[in-house]
């Protein structure tokens, strides 16, 4: 495990993303109610079936659930709860408090920011179905209410909330498909979505996509994987080959370029964003790091979070 600032020469610099492709898939946002308050079990569903479905199919999101200025992390329990893990400006995060029950039935939730435009975070869920949720946090640690804004996702093997990746104004959501292309699904600021882009092509083979705001410094919202040996360099397996590779947005949907910023993420089973410019990572023992990037070419030390993190699911 890496317990220094990760190596900040790039080794291995290969451009994986293809450049903003103009593939237009999808169009129309939805608008059906909202469906429960709270997820206590499965959600209820709208009765008015969604008309969007994905056919393949300046910051990050914000992470701050409960307000008070520091970027937070949920984890789901094994019977199915949602945990809150209250940040801390000193590093370590508060005892984690329960704010909802039967997330077991999601395969996956993320961090999406505000995508409803009320001015709080919030969080998307993708069902065993493929049908994704959206839920609207209450800027308290808690939740308004939540409602499907899509179906159809279960052909994404990665989805991510991207922050305000096309400069618009509003928090948008990434995903990669079977064949490892990048899609993006830019959101209308209103809790629905504008026209679907695709902004990239082999990623297929990347690991723990995540956003954590301008990595660069350029301005624009980013994109960060890890790319073990086989991808990048000649390390076989995992071993030291895995890198950790940064795509530089443009902040008008798309990539300006690419390369490693750091290398020697393997024995990480979890990377993900963690605030603006910061990475959460969870190794093999359960132990959770923070990683700061405090500019272009240089990270802060390391600090321990958490620990005993390791039959935990954690909200990327």
Known sequence: MPHRPPSAAPRFVRLLATGAGAALLLTTAITGPPAAAMPS???AMAPVRPVMAPQVPNG???RDFDGDGVADVLAIGGTGELLLYRGTEAGPLRAG??????WANFDLVFAVGDFSGDGRPDVMARDLGGDLFLYRGDGNGGWLGGGRVGYGWQGFTAILGAGDFNGDGTSDVIGRDASGRLLLYPGNGAGGWLPTTQIGSG????KFLSAAGDMDFDGAADVLAVAYGEVEGPAPGCGSGADLLLYSGTGRGGFARSGAIGSGWCPFNTVMGGGDRVLIARDASGTLLRYVRTGPASWA???????????????T
């Open 41 to 43: 079990a499965a959600p």
């Open 60 to 62: 990050g999101p914000d």
């Open 97 to 102: 408090t329960r704010v909802g029950n039967g």
């Open 203 to 206: 990623w297929g083979r990347l």
């Open 301 to 315: 030390s390391p600090v321990v979070v958490g620990t005993g993190w390791s039959n935990l699911r954690i909200v």
